[in-house]
């Protein structure tokens, strides 16, 4: 009797974890945008790949999943929605789609790259809006619309970059990172949170999906893989995740602030290695060692 009542508990208490209903108003913003995503510790998380890049990063052809897959993403805060997002765009959409953010009342809050030696040339947009989730859709869909639609100034390199064959041993992969991940096609991308840092905006909490996260996405195989990721960062922790990475050969691509209005401040930086996997594993955990430990008082 004890065992079946821990069983009957224990499938109790699993459900909310399995799933989590989707607000209507939430599910509209789906339909308005044409677009897929789900609804997880109340946060609507949009997905936006760009599909339709072929992007290759020193010589190596690398699939979406690594690093060029945008969003954006809506909490509920004390007087509406609060919208965060990262779009993935060519250099020649940037300023077209910038102008369409702003156009329609919604903010830019940073943009910059996230890799070196890649063709095409790449970058990163963070967006940012508060207001109902049906206006917010409303001001995001123009911009959204002219993703793929903008032609670069100038031809890409015509240099599609080779795959890299063979398979990764994701299990140690992540026992040596520390934190398990999720396999998305061929890449194996593990994401932490900063849940120590309590960042909030209008009420809405920032967390993992609002953005505030650390991440490494690997591809390859165990002998040749490449790593790209980003680390979340109290301004404190910058100097020693940036030691630990070069330390372990890792290149540092970008340093940068996503949001512009939150408090405390957060700092991110964006990374690249190549190598074997384990090797690279290893600087990403040096890396994330040096995060999430208490504030010095100093003296």
Known sequence: MRSLL???ATVVLAQPA????M?????????????????????????IPRNDLS???????????????????????HHGDVMMGDLVLTEGEVNPVMSAVLDNGLNVTALHNHFFYETPRIFYMHVHGHGTSADIAKRIAPALALLGKTPSR??????AGKPIEGKLDTSRLAKIVGHEGEQSGAVYKITIGRSDIPLKEMGATINARMGLNTWAAFYGSDAEAVVAGDVAMRAEEVTPVLKALRANGIEIVAIHHHMTTTEPKVYFLHYWGRGPAQKLAAGVRAAV???GKPASTGH
């Open 18 to 21: 399995l799933a989590q209903e």
């Open 55 to 77: 992007v290759s990063v020193d010589g190596i052809a690398t699939p979406t999943p690594l690093g060029f897959g945008g969003w954006i993403a809506l909490a509920k805060g």
């Open 6 to 8: 821990i069983l009957i």
């Open 154 to 159: 100038r031809a890409a390199a015509a240099n």
């Open 289 to 291: 060692d040096q995060t």
């Open 23 to 47: 607000p209507a108003d939430y599910a509209a913003v789906l339909k308005t945008l044409g677009r897929q995503g789900d609804f997880k510790d109340g946060v609507l998380k949009v997905n």
